[in-house]
């Protein structure tokens, strides 16, 4: 079960992370080729937000190493893990009340500008032509989400599905290599489901690899390349979406004994 393939973008290799006697990863290894759409998912409290969290340095492993490119990111500082290339999205949209769409996706864009007080303050010539490119990536990103008509308006009162594309927007803005996404269309209605699974595949079709961790199998079914299926913080299964959806330890652990057994 532990074989990676390490020429991925991102591989995982034997993670663990305990929370007291809980092991909410246990020697977890998977790894993410370049251009794809990799889902993860698995039962309620399988362990997928953690890793999402151990991917960005939000939590540091027990054990196990994460790699981004070749280069070892394991307990790196989330900007820096943000500034490395790897941007996400949470399960709980986070998105300040007192900002329009434009002001926040603008923030994701400090990575352009530095965000730095002292040229801000004085208005270099830098700071200037930094923040200008960083309104016109802004413009760019809002036509391509489907929020520009929407820049000026409180991003935290728009309706769930466009909160959610601002917060995709926001991520975009930090030039990711690789998109993580948590649980990106829970609470949403079909229709804005099937609206952002046709904005994620414009963003992969535009070189941006994606990692989603979803409870939906028809979305991962038809959205991804690659799924891993993770239980109790282990692997269970890993392959494309054909061979995950027929998997008896996967029908078992994902929909219960009695559904695998029917
Ligand atoms: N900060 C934390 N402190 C203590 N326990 C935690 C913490 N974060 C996660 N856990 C525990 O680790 C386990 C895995 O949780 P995690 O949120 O990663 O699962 P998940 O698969 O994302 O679940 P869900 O689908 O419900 O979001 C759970 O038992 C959870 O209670």
């Known amino acids: 079960m532990n074989n990676v393939n390490s020429d991925g973008i991102l591989t995982i290799k034997n993670l663990s992370k305990s929370f007291g006697g809980i092991k909410a990863v246990n020697d977890l290894s998977f790894s993410i080729t370049e251009g794809h759409i990799h ?29 981004f490119k ?32 434009f002001e926040t996706v603008l923030m994701g864009t400090y990575l352009i500008t530095g965000g730095k007080v002292f040229p801000a303050l004085f208005l270099t ?32 009162k728009l309706s769930y599905g466009n909160q959610r594309r601002v917060e995709i927007a926001r991520a975009l803005a930090m030039n ?15 229709q804005e489901t099937k609206e952002l699974m046709d904005l994620f595949s414009l963003v992969n079709k535009q070189g941006i690899t994606i990692l989603i961790i979803a409870h939906d199998m028809n979305l ?43």
């Open 39 to 67: 889902a993860v998912i698995g039962p309620n409290g399988a362990g997928k937000s953690t890793v999402f969290n151990l991917i960005t340095g939000v939590f540091m492993p027990d054990n196990g190493e994460v790699r």
């Open 176 to 190: 990711p290599q690789l998109l993580l996404l948590d649980e990106p269309t829970a609470g949403m209605n079909p």
């Open 125 to 156: 010539k830098n700071f200037r032509n930094n923040e200008k490119a960083a309104k016109e990536r802004v413009e760019e990103i809002l036509h391509f989400v489907g929020l520009w008509d929407m820049r000026d308006e409180y991003a935290a």
């Open 220 to 262: 991962v079914n038809v959205l991804s390349d690659q799924i891993t299926v993770i239980n109790f913080g282990e692997k269970l299964a890993e392959g494309p979406p054909k061979m995950i959806h027929n998997h008896p330890a996967v029908i078992e652990a994902y929909m219960g004994r009695a559904e695998a057994n029917a």
């Open 70 to 101: 070749n280069r070892n990111i394991t307990s790196m500082r989330t900007d820096h893990v943000a500034k490395a290339g790897i941007s996400r999205t949470f399960q709980n949209i986070r998105l300040f009340p007192e900002m329009t769409v």
